[in-house]
């Protein structure tokens, strides 16, 4: 079992930056891909950004590519979003997940942290 707890959304202006933490609680954060995903209302959650369990492997949805950062800190439980450059357009609930790539599903996911951006 994997509880996931995201923090540090807010509002901030365009061309600002925010970056998002996601805290994994259990000792097999290490042993699952993550992900950010987001949702904008009235639209379908989307991918945002990937990374593997080592860290070493990470992919960007092209809407994103440049601008944000994914990493990870494993001896800390925890998964970060660095978000650059932000652009209204970037307004959302963004989710983290846990991926579990022997079956590549989605098994657990974070509350959500609200994110926004002014113009």
């Known amino acids: 079992q994997v509880q996931l707890v995201e923090s540090g959304g807010g509002l901030v202006q365009a061309g600002g930056s925010l970056r998002l933490s996601c805290a994994a609680s259990g000792r097999t954060f290490s042993t699952y891909a993550m992900n950010w995903f987001r949702q904008a209302p009235g639209k379908e959650r989307e991918f945002v950004a990937a990374i593997s369990q080592s860290g070493g492997s990470t992919s960007y949805a092209n809407s994103v590519k440049g601008r944000f950062t994914i990493s990870r800190d494993n001896a800390k439980n925890t998964l970060y979003l660095q978000m650059n450059s932000l652009k209204p357009e970037d307004t959302a609930v963004y989710y983290c997940?846990?991926?579990?790539?022997?079956?590549?599903?989605?098994?657990?996911w974070g509350q959500g942290t609200q994110v926004t951006v002014s113009s």
């Open positions: 997940a846990a991926r579990n790539v022997l079956i590549n599903d989605y098994p657990y």
